[in-house]
């Protein structure tokens, strides 16, 4: 008898640590895909931010200024260690990359030189489980997806900043 709860008590546990969450979306890509099915960038920019949020920014303890996360740029203004950083969140849909725009981060990086900030992307990638949907960069409402962060990268004034993270641009406050 003993052995038997000892048994029914690993499946237990067992299930309880496969948290794993499921889609809601057959294998495969759907026939008919509408468009309120689709995640549209101002979700995948509040998936990013919350991802950013709880895996990132609070656990290494920064403190976030009041009014943000938001949607406007910079979407998250933290400080850690006397530092103050602007972030610009930019989401993808493996394969693709989305940057700032040149234009959008002159601005950015003038306004932060002003005010003594360091300008920041963070470039959150997102692919769905699913191969077919991963491989095809479809993104659906209830879907699952990985996500990658490499890590941020600083903003500069140059012309046309290299916007490509590697070991030597990438930045981990």
């Not at 057959?26 to 995948?44: F, R, S, Y």
């Not at 006397?82 to 234009?103: F, W």
């Not at 002003?114 to 990638?125: K, N, Q, S, T, Y």
Request: glycine letters at 4%.
């Amino acid at each position: 008898m003993q052995n038997n709860e000892k048994v029914e008590n690993k499946n237990e546990e067992v299930n309880s640590q496969q948290n794993i969450p499921e889609s809601i979306w057959a294998p495969g890509i759907p026939d008919n895909i509408k468009e309120e099915d689709k995640i549209d960038l101002d979700m995948l920019v509040a998936m990013a931010t919350d991802y950013l949020m709880k895996n990132f920014i609070l656990p290494r303890g920064f403190k976030v200024d009041d009014g943000f996360p938001r949607k406007e740029i910079p979407n998250i203004v933290m400080k850690m260690d006397g530092k103050t950083y602007a972030v610009v969140i930019c989401p993808s849909i493996y394969p693709h990359y989305r940057v700032v725009s040149n234009e959008l981060r002159l601005q950015l990086v003038k306004i932060c030189k002003e005010r003594d900030i360091i300008p920041l992307m963070a470039p959150v990638g997102y692919m769905s489980i699913d191969d077919e949907r991963g491989k095809a960069a479809i993104a659906l409402k209830g879907d699952v997806f990985k996500t990658t962060f490499p890590g941020f990268l600083i903003l500069t004034d140059e012309e046309n900043q290299d916007m490509t993270l590697n070991k030597d641009t990438v930045f981990r406050p």
